[in-house]
Every structure is written in C-alpha cells, then in structure tokens.
C-alpha cells in the first residue's frame, strides 16, 4: 500500500513539473518574442562567414542594407536595390504556425510511404 501511495505521489510530481516546464516555456517564448522585435528593423537574411563573422540583408524601413557583423563590430557594406523580403524570395509567408509546417511534413511522409507499398 504504501509503494502504491509513493509510485502515485511520484507520478503526480512528474506530471505537476512538465505542466509547470510547458506553461513557463510558453510564458518565456512570448515575453522574448515581444522583446526581440524591433519596430523599424528586420534581419531578412544572414550567412555565417566565419566563427564569429556574419554577412546580413537587413531592412531599415523599406531600404534594404548589405552588412557585416564581427567581434570588431558592425558595419554597413552597401544600402542594395531591389526587394530582398523574404515572402516574395519564398512565396510563402516567413512565420507560419507550427502545426501548419508538422502537418505539410507528415503530409509528405505519409505520401511517400504510400508511394514505396
């Protein structure tokens, strides 16, 4: 009786830490999400050149810049023209929701399961 009580005690304080783990990653996800948003800027694109050395299309309003980021600092290589927006390189829009993109890759999988019987 009492190894029940204590496996059922155990199980209980397991399910009580997941609850607590998945609200406050919820509540940490949004609060860093509304902080790293800035309102007149946007990283399109960045590729990493070397250990700590990035190049990055960043738009500024509606100009689009051509810059480079190391540990000696940042600094704008050339303003580009043309529209670098990552909705028109893709056709898709940039943040889609997560069940969106699980259930087009189960989609595929299922598919191409089918296609191997």
Not at 24 to 40: D, F, I, P, V
């Amino acid at each position: 009786m009492h190894s029940t009580i204590s496996l059922l005690s155990g199980f209980l304080v397991f399910i009580l830490i997941l609850l607590l783990a998945y609200a406050s990653s919820r509540y940490l996800g949004k609060t860093w999400h509304r902080s790293s948003t800035a309102r007149y800027m946007e990283v399109i694109d960045q590729l990493a050149v070397g250990q700590d050395r990035l190049l990055l299309i960043v738009k500024v309003d509606s100009k689009f810049y051509l810059m480079s980021s190391s540990s000696q600092g940042v600094s704008i290589l050339k303003e580009l023209d043309g529209d670098y927006s990552l909705e028109r390189s893709l056709g898709t829009p940039l943040q889609s929701d997560f069940s969106q993109c699980l259930n087009r890759y189960w989609k595929q999988f299922r598919d191409g399961k089918e296609s191997s019987k």
